[in-house]
Structure formats: structure tokens, C-alpha cells
């Protein structure tokens, strides 16, 4: 990994998410809600379809930064808002969801209690697209940087 700063993008990650993918989400998860595999029950209570699970999508997100520092556990901090549903049609494509990152801070630590001293820690701003329009609201992740 060349120099981190503050400013340096990660590299993009586009990701389709089909009802196939819902169905093993919703079956290692656990999420059996039929808004994430029945357009019937979707659309009586207002959504426009089957939505993805967000905690899929936000896991999702999460691989653009893991994918980019090299290993998960340097990942300190991840979190994220839902902002908006990931419709997911009922075809072989699924829905197209599009992840970019930048790195918005970069802080040395130097703290001799933490484990971490003389570690860089990368804050990383996290955008999640899909139908042209944001699906995860302040999406930030905070990685240690390899040495």
C-alpha cells in the first residue's frame, strides 16, 4: 500500500445484489422479513419492491474498505445510517450497488496504553449508490493502517 493522506481514494467496488443473494443473507441472518423476498408484501406496506437487507448493503459497503487495508482486523470502527432501500428486481441482474471511499483523516497514535501506539489510523469516508442516489448516510471507518 503506497502513502496514505488524507484526501487518497479507495479504489471503487461495484457489487450487483440479486434475490438469490436475499435468500442466503436472509438464511445465515436469519432476517426472514418478507419486505426482502416478496414484492406482494413490499408494496402493501409502501415499499416500490423487495428490498435488500441493510445490513447486507452495509456489509457490502464494509468489503470496499477490508478489500482495500488487506485484512479485517485492522478495521477499529465502521457504522453507517440507512438512508435509503436497495430495490432488488426479480431478474438475473439484481440491483447494481456502487461503493467509493476516501481517506478524510489520518492520525498518528501515541497513546502507550493502546496497543496501537506508533500505528497510523486512516478515517474513511464510505458512499454507497444505487439508482443514482445515495443508500447509506455518514458511512465512515476507521483502520489502522499496515505498517
Known sequence: ??????????PPLSL???RADLVRYAGASGDFNPIHWSDRVAG???LPGVIAHGML???LAGRLVTQWVGDPALVRSYGVR???PVVVPDDDDGALVEFSGKVTDVTDVTDVADAEDGARVARV????VFDGKTVLGRATAEVVLPG
Open 125 to 128: 469516508a464510505i458512499t454507497a
Open 44 to 46: 402493501s406496506v409502501g
Open 82 to 84: 440507512f438512508t435509503r
Open 16 to 18: 450487483r445484489v440479486t
Open 1 to 10: 500500500m503506497s502513502a496514505i493522506e488524507k484526501g487518497t481514494e479507495l
Open 57 to 59: 448493503t452495509m456489509a
